[in-house]
């Protein structure tokens, strides 16, 4: 297992567009999270699935922005109608259940222009 | 405000200095982590701390948790090159009855060689 990837690792989308983004977790592990961190700041926690259950979802998380794991594998970040406040690294990490440690793939670098 | 406060929020140093870095929380912890990142990357798991007074090493770098103080410090000894990065401290905290996993904003250290 080569650990957490994450697809594409950069993307520059012009305002007002869609954007998806793909993490493929650690096989083994169940839980999934979504972070958001903007230049100098520590990341935003913004979403938390167990399998393919939505258990946690931040206020940060507004009406754009939707993410799936429909599988309990792979999961997706969709944001709507991009503005240029979005943009920043989209993280994605994953666990296993009973365990703390959490497993970071390398981000989503997302430009708005 | 933030409710993980790290400090200091950059750090230059000469190899082979030791150096502390501190994570202060607002909230009653849960879990405190530390990872470390490198400009533009994921983070990388270093040692996570749950009970007051619990003090973890790897290699050089240690860690400690005053729980009553709400407070977790990382001490490096005989700094070196490799590691320089961004360190951050992440909780397990809840608010309000909602499970959140929340990071400090980091600490920029650069070792001189």
């Known amino acids: 297992d080569t650990g957490v990837s994450q697809d594409p690792r950069h993307k520059i989308t012009k305002r007002g567009q869609n954007v998806t983004f793909r993490c493929d977790p650690i096989?083994?592990?169940?839980?999934l999270y979504w972070y958001r961190q903007t230049l100098g700041q520590g990341p935003e926690f913004l979403t938390y699935f167990q399998n393919e259950a939505q258990l946690e979802k931040s206020r940060l998380l507004s009406d754009r922005f939707s993410a799936e794991r429909p599988k309990g594998s792979f999961s997706t970040l969709e944001i709507q109608r991009t503005e240029q406040g979005d943009s920043a690294m989209y993280l994605c990490?994953?666990?296993?259940?009973?365990?703390?440690?959490?497993?970071f793939g390398p981000g989503t670098r997302l430009t708005v222009t | 405000s933030q409710e993980l406060e790290q400090s200091p929020q950059s750090l230059i140093v000469q190899e082979g200095k030791n150096l502390t870095i501190n994570c202060t929380s607002s909230?009653?912890?849960?879990?405190l982590y530390w990872y470390k990142q490198k400009y533009g990357e994921g983070l990388i798991f270093l040692m996570m701390l749950q009970k007051g007074g619990e003090e973890k090493s790897h290699e050089k770098i240690t860690a400690k948790l005053d729980e009553k103080k709400q407070q977790s410090s990382l001490h490096i000894t005989a700094s070196q090159p490799s590691h320089a990065g961004i360190y951050l401290c992440?909780?397990?905290?809840?608010?309000?009855?909602?499970?959140?996993?929340?990071f400090g904003t980091g600490t920029r250290l650069k070792v001189l060689a």
């Open positions: 990490a994953s666990a296993q259940t009973g365990t703390y440690e959490q497993y």
């Open positions: 909230k009653t912890l849960y879990g």
């Open positions: 096989s083994e592990h169940n839980r």
């Open positions: 992440g909780a397990d905290i809840t608010d309000s009855g909602t499970y959140k996993y929340i």
